[in-house]
């Protein structure tokens, strides 16, 4: 009994795992799954609703739905990647250093910078940022990962602060080892536990922002296939062709699922206090 | 001690946020005022413009001024609509402000009795529906959620109306009605991500000294935990729904523009796409004042709610 609980505990972090595989494979072998090209328009089979030809129906351009949700993939799987990684490498060294050195600059500039951008609504940062850059899968990037990046900067510094006076920090000073190396030979790898967490979880927010950007027409722009902007053009169809709205949906909802739900199960594992 | 440090730290976050307000018109790349006005712009347009943005000013000089005219609360004057800012976003922000109380207390609705429940009930197959439940409701698109909403509702029922936004002084009736859905699309992961905190704060608080005194005093389960334990565990829940509000300030701009809400979300998004950048630059900076003003209420609450903290157990940083 103990061991079936433990395995519920860990095995929704399995089936997260699981989500986020297939969603790899979906990608990488959409040319092969799809069973029409998803720009390929077809005014012959405008708005079919789903049928053994097209499962998952068409759209008002008669394009395979199912085909644009299964190239989709490649879109939220770049979002979550690019996103989180520029919010990473933004974040985690000014966290490494900070934490690190403390004093004036952490205390009084960045960790105010920080708290400031903190207080822009993400969602409302990012559409600013990309009415700036203008709009774009890249730009939307930029502004996504830029609203990520305090929260990589407070979750690396919280971790630094906690080891930076641990004895084998002190140990590997005290026999002069250089300070970039006690940074990153001996803090970091200690300190990554959290930040591939708070990663994972990032990566399911950072999925839906895309979305959102892209549904608001701001993001992935059209022909290409992104489930956001798939939701954007239903959207004015809702009452003749409600399926059209289903399948985009679904898709965001189980990998943003399955995201959080690695997140979730990685965190209960690498938690002491959760881990009974 | 605290209060005063807290009120302090506010001064510095303001005046970033205001150096960062201020530099977005000059993010555009290119020069800003050929950008709004476009290449076909005459001179004399071009230069009245620059005139009004300040941008024929050394930089400094522009800051300087701008800050005077925001602390006097004008926040210039928009591009496209040429009536005051703060004008617009006075009509808007009474809709956003409805939007986040019936949210609110959609969530709170959801979120105490399924908390406390999961809570109580640890580790049994009530807690882990309903905690996977909750992982389930933080992960829907709510633009996606308010369409399925509009669907069944609106489409295939008639049950309750998708859009038709009227101010509530006007008719609350049908005000009411045209915020049911918008709420309940935007609550539900508001309703989630409390839920759980709700569930993790109980369950470090059940298990401190006073608890067990209390049950030992004789104390049934539910006196235990709506007497003694809730109360203490909606400390942290506060915080979390104060940094609520900025998510959900963010998250309002979907709804509004599905739900065709006149609100503060959707004149940043039509303001975006018109690209009145003077107007998104005001509405930015409002937007990140009522986040500042409504965390510094919040940590004030802090003090009413927990004594303690009024002992300079500061929460800083």
Known sequence: MKSLKKFLRTGLGLIGALIILALIFVALFANQIAPYDPNAQNYDQILMPPNAEHIFGTDDLGRDIFSRVVFGSQVSIKAALISVGIAMIIGVPIGLFTGYYRGFWDEWVVMRIIDAMQAFPFLILALAISAVLGSGFGNAMLAIGIGFAPSFVRITRGQVLSLRNMEYVNAAKSVGVKDMRIIFRHILPNALGPIIIQATLAMATGILAEASLSYLGLGVQPPTASWGSMLNQAQSLMSVAPYATYYPGLAIFIVVLGFNLLGDGLQQFLDPRTRK | MFVLKRLLLTIPILFLVSIMTFSFIHMI?????????????????????????????????????????????????????????????????????????????????????????????????????????????????????????????????????????????????????????????????????????????????????????????????????????????????????????????????????????????????????????????????????????????????????????????????
């Open chain 2, 29 to 317: 790349p290119g020069d800003p005022a050929r950008v709004i006005l476009g290449q076909e712009a005459t001179p004399e347009a071009y230069q009245a413009l620059r005139q009004e943005l300040g941008l024929d000013k050394p930089i400094a000089w522009q800051y300087v001024s701008w800050v005077g005219k925001v602390l006097h609360g004008d926040l210039g004057i928009s591009i496209t609509d040429r009536v005051p800012v703060v004008d617009l976003i006075a009509q808007r922000l009474p809709a956003t402000v409805e939007l986040t109380i019936g949210t609110f207390v959609f969530a709170l609705l959801i979120a105490l009795p399924t908390g406390i429940l999961a809570a109580m009930r640890r580790n049994t197959w009530i807690d882990y529906t309903s905690s996977f439940i909750a992982l389930g409701g933080m992960s829907i698109p709510s633009f996606w959620l308010a369409m399925m909403a509009i669907i069944y509702f609106t489409v295939e029922n008639h049950w309750l109306p998708s859009s038709g936004y009227v101010p509530f002084f006007q008719d609350p009736k049908q005000n009411l009605l045209a915020m049911i859905l918008p709420c309940i699309a935007t609550g539900l992961r508001e309703s989630a991500v409390l839920m759980r905190m709700l569930r993790s704060s109980l369950l470090e608080v059940v298990n401190m000294d006073f608890v067990r005194t209390a049950k030992a005093k004789g104390l049934n389960e539910v006196r235990t935990m709506l007497g003694h334990v809730l109360r203490n565990a909606l400390i942290p829940v506060v915080t979390t729904s104060g940094l609520m509000v900025a998510g959900l300030l963010g998250g309002l701009v979907i709804t509004e523009s599905i739900f065709s809400i006149p609100g503060f979300g959707r004149l940043i998004v039509e303001s975006v796409f018109k690209r009145d950048y003077v107007t998104v630059q005001g509405a930015i900076l409002v937007s990140a004042i009522l986040v500042v003003f409504v965390n510094l209420l919040v940590d004030l609450l802090y003090v009413l709610i927990d004594p303690r903290m009024k002992a300079g157990k500061g929460a800083d940083s």
